[in-house]
């Protein structure tokens, strides 16, 4: 392939986003973008200096305040499962933000218009020039709403929550599935409803679901688009 494309790929939590997200990436040697690690970043900060995540003004000024800075995983680390690393202001928060406290705020935050420029601005940044593959809620329709392949990944929640569920199992938290499910069911209800920028499928964006397929051949499926679009394009 010569041309550089910009691949979107947009769903809900667990829906396998970033794990298919970064195999897509790195088939076709393309930069792997999470845009849920900046949400998560921000609202780790906020509820370390304790802002309430019902303060718009203070919120969108820490936002603009804040550096992040994502990066590649190194060989070693990337084999142990690792997609990306996280750098808030310079500091390593990579596991720190996964957890189901950080997820929940950082989707209250993102219902926050004020916040959403700022990210939705470097996001742009980050990704211009193509040979991106970046997921997230509204990369497809805001953030590249010119990409050449837009993806809406699915699963069905029981799929999702199981899967969070064995993340967390793996980690040695104790949860249930139930609770597992319960937290996603949330999560998912307030960014499909929010005012600003909500998560629903971009009209030209390829819904997969991926509730009975495995992550390689969910990959491979969005290769096989993305060399297509590459052919189109090129035509
Ligand atoms: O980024 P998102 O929340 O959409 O999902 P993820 O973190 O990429 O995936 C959640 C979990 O599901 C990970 O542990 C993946 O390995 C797993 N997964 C899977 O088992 N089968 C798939 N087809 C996709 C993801
Ligand atoms: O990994 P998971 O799918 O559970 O979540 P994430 O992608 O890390 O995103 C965490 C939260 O950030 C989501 O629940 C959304 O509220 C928000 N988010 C967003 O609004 N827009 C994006 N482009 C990415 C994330």
């Known amino acids: 392939m010569t041309r550089k494309l910009t691949i ?3 769903g809900p939590a667990g829906s396998g986003k970033s794990t298919v997200a970064r195999r897509v990436a790195a088939m076709l040697g393309y930069v792997y973008l999470d845009s849920g690690a900046m949400y998560r970043a921000v609202a780790l900060k ?8 019902g303060d718009d ?12 800075d994502l990066k590649a ?12 690393r996280v750098f808030l202001d310079g500091r390593e928060v990579t596991h720190e933000i996964r957890t189901g406290e950080v997820a929940q705020a950082a989707s209250r935050l993102a219902t926050i218009a004020g916040v959403r420029e700022v990210l939705v601005a470097e996001q742009q940044k980050a990704g211009e020039g193509g040979g991106v593959v970046m997921e997230g809620r509204d990369i497809g329709t805001v953030v590249f709403p010119r990409a050449e392949l837009k993806i809406f990944l699915e699963a069905s929640p ?3 929550a199981q899967r969070r569920w064995m993340e967390h199992q793996e980690k040695g938290e104790m949860l249930s599935v139930a609770e ?5 069911h949330e999560r998912d209800k307030r960014d499909r409803e929010r005012k600003v920028s909500p998560l629903v499928r971009a009209r030209d964006a390829v819904l997969v679901d991926n509730t009975a397929m495995g992550i390689d051949e969910t990959a491979r499926l969005i290769v096989m688009l993305a060399k297509e679009r590459n052919k189109e394009a090129t035509r």
């Not at 906020?46 to 995540?53: C, F, Q, V, Y």
């Not at 995983?73 to 990306?84: H, I, V, W």
């Open 73 to 84: 995983p190194t060989a070693e680390q990337e084999a142990a499962g690792l997609k990306n």
């Open 57 to 68: 003004a203070q919120l969108e000024n820490l936002t603009r305040e804040t550096h992040i």
């Open 46 to 53: 906020a509820l370390e200096r304790k802002i309430p995540l």
């Open 8 to 10: 979107a790929i947009d």
């Open 158 to 160: 029981e799929t999702r």
């Open 180 to 184: 597992v499910l319960e937290e996603v």
